[in-house]
Nanobody, 121 residues
């Protein structure tokens, strides 16, 4: 089995920073893309940032210049550094990973359970 566990969410004032972490564990042969999504109340889940195994990144326009995604492939962990946070960044943040669990298996998409980020004064 594969598990993705997020951490680092919380309450922060506008303009503040948070760093989210997501560690993948279990039976993992290889990981391709890892990314972060978010879902605000009453809204659809949206992509925030993703990073391929080779290092290429993609960001939502709303977070460019403020958020930075990074990975530690040795630890199967992806991070999201969030700076200059705004109230509209408030959401549950989910990580995901496209990975192969065992050699010969198809690549599958796994999700974490989510972590709440609240930006408020």
């Amino acid at each position: 089995q594969v598990q993705l566990v997020e951490s680092g969410g919380g309450l922060v004032q506008p303009g503040g920073s948070l760093r989210l972490s997501c560690a993948a564990s279990g039976s993992i042969f290889s990981i391709d893309t890892m990314g972060w999504y978010r879902q605000a109340p009453g809204k659809q889940r949206e992509s925030v940032a993703r990073m391929a195994s080779g290092g290429s990144t993609n960001y939502a326009d709303s977070v460019k210049g403020r958020f930075t995604i990074s990975r530690d492939n040795a630890k199967n962990t992806v991070y999201l550094q969030m700076n200059s946070l705004k109230p509209e960044d408030t959401a549950v943040y989910y990580c995901n990973a496209q990975l192969v669990s065992q050699l010969g298996d198809p690549r599958r998409l796994y999700w974490g359970q989510g972590t709440q980020v609240t930006v408020s004064s």
